[in-house]
């Protein structure tokens, strides 16, 4: 999270967010940072997890993600978010990293590719309850698309970055 600039009242301080309003104009939501995990099997199939999402009131199918935790590089967060949630453990290659909504929030998402996946379980957090499924970028896409589908805009690029792994694209 950064630093506060002057003339910003801070509304609310959260352990995942805090809301500003700077300016008496702008609703600012800083975020923690987070990674997402691109891992694909030897069939061309992206692992996703599916799990309730509170603020939508509904389960979403994701690429596997999750807050970096205080002294955590996105490294370190991406392979224990793999372990925790999938049961899987991998060497982690930066694919990229954003701005989930620039508008508002300052959360950045890394985007990282597993490579070299092998099992290796830590326990999950006490609140979640994660379905694995091994999905094609392709299926993953299209379902996105037509709504049978709830996902987020990490979801997205790992697929696209899937489907363009599959195709031997740089």
């Known amino acids: 999270m950064t630093s506060t600039p002057e003339n910003t009242t801070v509304l609310y301080d ?9 300016d008496n104009k702008w609703e600012i939501v800083r975020h923690k940072s987070a990674v997402c995990i691109l891992a694909l099997n030897e069939h061309g199939q992206m692992l996703c997890v599916r799990q309730m999402r509170r603020a939508i009131g509904q389960h979403s199918v994701e690429a596997p993600a999750g807050l970096i935790d205080e ?8 392979r224990r978010e793999l372990q925790e949630e999938t049961g899987l453990d991998a060497d982690m290659e930066l694919l990229t990293r954003f ?3 620039p508008g508002f929030c300052d959360e950045e998402l890394y985007v990282f590719r597993a490579n070299n996946m092998r099992e290796s ?5 006490d609140d979640e309850e994660i379905e694995v499924l091994w999905l094609t970028p392709g299926e993953v896409l299209s379902r996105l698309k037509d709504g049978t589908l ?9 697929a696209l970055f899937a489907q363009q792994a599959l195709a031997g694209q740089p």
């Open 99 to 101: 701005y989930s909504s």
């Open 14 to 22: 959260g352990h995942i967010v805090r809301l500003e309003l700077q």
């Open 71 to 78: 002294g955590e590089t996105p490294e370190q967060a991406a």
């Open 121 to 125: 379980r830590l326990p999950m957090d």
């Open 150 to 158: 709830v996902g987020s805009a990490s979801t997205v690029t790992a």
